[in-house]
C-alpha cells in the first residue's frame, strides 16, 4: 500500500459525530500500524481480516452506563444518548480509563468500544476514541492462526455450496430432458420441438459435468477471494453458504446518496435460495417508513427492475461473489419512479424535503370539502369534482361550501331533470323550489288526468292565471 493509510468510516442512523472528525482521529491509529482501519457498527461479534484494523462501536438501546469517564486528569461527562452495551469477548485486552472503567476491548486485531461514543457530538466522545486509538497499537495482533483457520471454513463451507449447487442444476436438467423426450410422441409439432431441444440440453448437461468435474481450488479461489475482500472492505459482514446450495449474508451499513442527500438505512440480512429466490429484510428500524427498503415490498421481495434477468443468470451459473455484489449496488440506489416508498420516508432527521412528495398522499383530509376549499396545500389541483363527496345528498344539503348551491347545483346535468322523478320523487325539489312543471304550462288550470294535479294541491302553488284569478274574488 502506498501513501496513507485508508481510513474507512462506515455511518449508521443514532451516529451524530461529523465523518470528517472521525476519520481525523483514526487517521492516527492508521500512521501509526501503517495498515488500514475502518470504524463500522457493533453486529454482535468481532471480525479479522488481514490487513484492516476492524473498530465496531456498540450502539445499545438505553442509555444504561457511566455517566463521566476519567482521562487525563479530567472528568468529562457523557451525553445520555451515549449508553453502554455489554459485550463478551473472551481472552481479549482491555483499554481502561484512569478510574478503571472499560473504554475498549482488544481482541487480535478489532477493538470493540462498549461505549457509543458516536451518539453524540461531544468532548468526551471524541476524547474516548482519540485515547483508544493512542493505546490500541501495543496491543493488537496480526498474525493469527485463527483467521486462518476461519477462511478454511469458509472455503469448505463453500466448496459443499457449489457443489450442491452443481448437483441440482444438473438433477433439474436431467429431469426436464425427461419429460421432452417422453411428451415426444404426441404430435408431430411437439416432437419437432423435443428433438430441437433435446441437443441443447444434453449439451448443457455434458459441460455442467464437465465444469464439475474440472471445477477445483481455482475456480473457489477465485469467488473465496472477491467474497473475502467484500467483508475485508465492510460490504458484507458476514457470509454463510448453505449445504442446500444457498447462502444467507448480512451487509455493512447501507447509505443511499440522492439529490445531495445521505440516507442511512442501516444493515440488512439478505438471503438467497437455492431456486434462485431472493429475500431482503432490514436489520434496523426505520421508524417513518413501513416497507424494509424504497424499492423491497413488505413480502421482503426486492424489486430489481432490469437487473433481475442478471442476478438470475448470476445465481444459477453459481458465481455468488458477483450476485451478492449486484446485490450490495440495489440496495445502495435509488430510483424515483418507481419505488414501493418515497426516499423522504427513510431520511431520519426528516429534513429532506422530496420535489417529488405529494403532501396529500397520506392526508386523511384528501378530497374532502375542507381539502377542495380551505387547505392551504391545495393550490388548485383538487376542485370539486374531486371531492368524495361530489354530487351526493352531502354535497346539497351539508356542505358548509356549497350553501345556496353556490359552487354545485343539483339541477346541473342532472338526467331526470323535467322529468316525473323531478317533479315528484327529488330530494331536492320537494316543495318545486327549483323545478315545476307548472312554469310554461299551456293549460290556465289542471286538467283531470294531469300527473301533478295532487302535488300542486299539497305544495299550494298557484301558477299565473289561478293567482291572478283568486286575488279579483277576493277583491268581489
Known sequence: MSGKPEVIVERWPSQR?????????????????????????????????????????????????????????????????????????????????????????????????????????????????????????????????????????????????????????????????????????????ELFEAERKKPVLNAEIEAMKKSLSSWGDEALDKQLTSITSMKGTGVYEHVTFRENGGLEATTGEIVIEHDDFEFPLGRYWVEVASDGQVAIRNLDDHPRASHPHPHVGTDFRPCLGTAGADLAQLIGRTRFAEALTLIHNFLCSYNSENPFEKISRFDPTGMYEDPDEDPCEDCDDRCTPYCVNSCSQNEAYYSCSDCCYYRTEYCYADCEYNEDYDLIHPCDDCPKLGSPYCYLHCPFNQEWELQNPCDGCEYESCEEDCPYRAKKEEVGYENTEERVSHEASQGD
Open 17 to 189: 459525530m461529523a465523518k470528517p472528525e472521525l476519520e481525523a482521529i483514526l487517521s492516527y491509529l492508521a500512521s501509526k500500524i501503517g495498515k488500514r482501519v475502518r470504524l463500522q457498527r457493533y453486529a454482535g461479534q468481532p471480525a479479522y481480516t488481514h490487513d484492516t484494523v476492524e473498530i465496531r462501536i456498540a450502539t445499545p438501546s438505553t442509555g444504561q452506563g457511566p455517566e463521566a469517564v476519567a482521562l487525563y486528569g479530567n472528568e468529562l461527562h457523557l451525553d445520555r444518548s451515549q449508553g453502554t452495551a455489554t459485550v463478551d469477548l473472551q481472552s481479549c485486552r482491555q483499554i481502561l480509563d484512569e478510574a478503571s472503567t472499560a473504554l475498549a476491548l482488544v481482541d487480535r486485531n478489532c477493538i470493540v468500544i462498549p461505549i457509543d461514543v458516536t451518539a453524540s457530538d461531544n468532548e468526551a466522545g471524541r476524547a474516548i476514541l482519540a485515547y483508544i486509538c493512542k493505546k490500541a497499537p501495543e496491543l493488537l495482533e496480526f498474525d493469527s492462526q485463527d483467521l486462518v483457520e476461519e477462511l478454511e471454513r469458509l472455503k469448505q463451507s463453500m466448496r459443499a455450496c457449489y457443489l450442491e449447487a452443481f448437483k441440482k442444476h444438473i438433477a433439474e436438467r436431467e429431469r426436464e430432458l425427461a419429460i421432452v423426450e417422453g411428451n415426444s410422441h404426441r404430435a408431430y409439432r
